[in-house]
């Protein structure tokens, strides 16, 4: 494990990380103004000491840096933006896209469209689309979305920008030459959310809404009654209320990188069909936010009903383009003993008319534990590509270790109970019956 800064210098703060097994430490110097002291002062053993090299050694080996210290100089200009790493950077972007919402089947939008605005802080942006960690990215590779679109779109196609604001939008004083924009084209693609020094490492937010007055401009584009599509830039979740109940299209494409302008096109226009899923959940609120397998504190008897908890988009969410449908979950044997396996099966089916891939996600509940488990919990999951109409059934195994959990004796176990697997709006459960092997590990 490598830790790329530590927060601290003070000894007990290299003392944990590592007994932990945090290897090797950048950019702070934690572990040389203190390791020596550590080590004869018995905070940290040799035998863990030795262990962190050979580990850092193991991997030198295996990247061949003891035969070959020094790189080919001529690798660079070889490698990087290659036409190959070029296209693969645009794929993974368009890969990792979440269609949020799609009212109407807005998206995907035609090639064809005689007039679209494009509106926002980041539409010719490319700096931002980099995000925070850029490493040696160059502001001047980056494809920016409006020139992303301009290669997309027809020919006839008219392309008119306003930006509106900067990214903070601290002023409303470029919103009336938006809203115009907006008004005389067929469709407005607004680019909103944050600027690449927003996120990242030391930028933290005490509040997550849409900086300054962009959610304002998103409710003026609106008014005007053309087709809106919201393109959002962004590093963490943000709590996106308004827009999640009244805008018709949201993509989050987060910081999409050099290649970010052709890979919002690639789905906009449907040349790629979105398939990517949430990693964390949209809260309703700044306060609200939480992981997805949060303890389970709601019984039949007192829901927890409290709105603001409620998420505006769960872990695992994700629209496509097409539609899929579950059916067939078969779970076996529906009582197990100590030790033993689950097999789940499920068939998926596209029933749309465009080919898509469907992330299968299968979850796990304990329903009673003797420390409150959580709701639910992400176990397994696959990625499937399906032609309209066709079929595929998925399997899984659930090993007893899945059903562990971190007891009060801080060590992991396994208790016997009713345990239940979902998977694509189906159910299904099954018991662990008791027994020696259920007990702590």
């Known amino acids: 494990m ?11 703060a290299a003392t944990a990380a590592l007994n932990a097994g945090v290897d090797m430490e950048m950019v702070s110097r934690s572990y040389n103004e203190n390791g020596a002291r550590l080590l004869k002062e018995g905070k940290i053993s040799q035998a863990t000491l030795d262990e962190a090299v050979r580990r850092i050694l193991r991997i030198k080996f295996r990247l061949g ?6 790189t080919d100089e001529s690798l660079e200009g070889r490698v990087i933006l290659s036409p190959e790493n070029q296209a693969a950077a645009r794929e993974v972007a368009a890969r990792s896209m979440v269609l949020l919402r799609n009212e109407r089947n807005l998206l995907p939008l035609s090639k064809d469209t005689k007039s679209i605005a494009l509106i926002g802080p980041f539409v010719d942006d490319q700096l931002d689309l980099m995000g925070s960690w850029n490493g040696d990215g160059r502001a001047e590779d980056v494809v920016t979305i409006q020139k992303g679109i301009s290669l997309k779109v027809s020919p006839k196609t008219k392309l008119t920008v306003a930006r509106g604001c900067d990214a903070k939008c601290e002023t409303t004083d470029g919103f009336a030459d938006a809203v115009s924009v907006a008004r005389n084209s067929d469709v407005a693609v607004v680019v909103i959310g944050e600027s690449a020094d927003m996120s990242g490492e030391a930028s933290s937010r005490a509040v997550i809404d849409l900086p300054g007055h962009q959610l304002e ?23 996106i209320n308004w827009m999640a109940e ?12 050099t290649q970010g302008g052709n890979a919002i096109a690639d789905v906009l ?8 899923r949430l990693p964390f959940t949209y809260p309703r609120h700044t306060n609200a936010l939480m992981n997805y397998d949060h303890k389970r504190y709601e019984t039949e008897e007192q829901p927890f009903s409290q709105e603001g908890f409620q998420p505006q988009f769960e872990f695992g969410s994700g629209l496509s383009y097409t539609t899929f449908a579950y059916s067939n979950m078969v779970v076996t044997p529906q009582k197990i003993g100590p030790g033993q396996n689950i097999k789940v099966s499920v068939d998926v089916k596209n029933t749309g008319q465009r080919e898509g891939k469907e992330v299968v996600e299968l979850y796990l509940s304990d329903l009673v534990a003797s420390i409150t488990p959580p709701g639910k919990r992400l176990v397994r999951f696959g990625k499937i590509h399906l032609a309209p109409g066709e079929s595929r059934t998925l399997s899984f195994t659930i090993a007893p270790e899945d059903l562990s959990f971190i007891g009060a004796d801080l060590k992991p176990t396994i208790e016997p109970g009713e345990f239940v697997l979902a998977v694509g709006g ?9 027994g020696r092997a259920a007990a702590s590990k």
């Open 246 to 257: 009244n805008t018709p299209a949201i993509l989050e494409s987060w910081f999409p990188g």
């Open 65 to 70: 840096l003891f035969d070959k210290p020094y």
């Open 217 to 239: 401009l998103i409710k003026q584009i609106q008014a005007t009654g053309k087709p809106t599509v919201v393109v959002l830039l962004n590093g963490r979740p943000l709590t």
């Open 426 to 434: 189906l159910h299904a459960s099954f018991s662990l019956a008791p």
């Open 269 to 276: 226009f449907g040349d790629c069909n979105p398939s990517g």
């Open 2 to 12: 490598i830790n790329h800064g530590i927060a601290a210098t003070e000894p007990q």
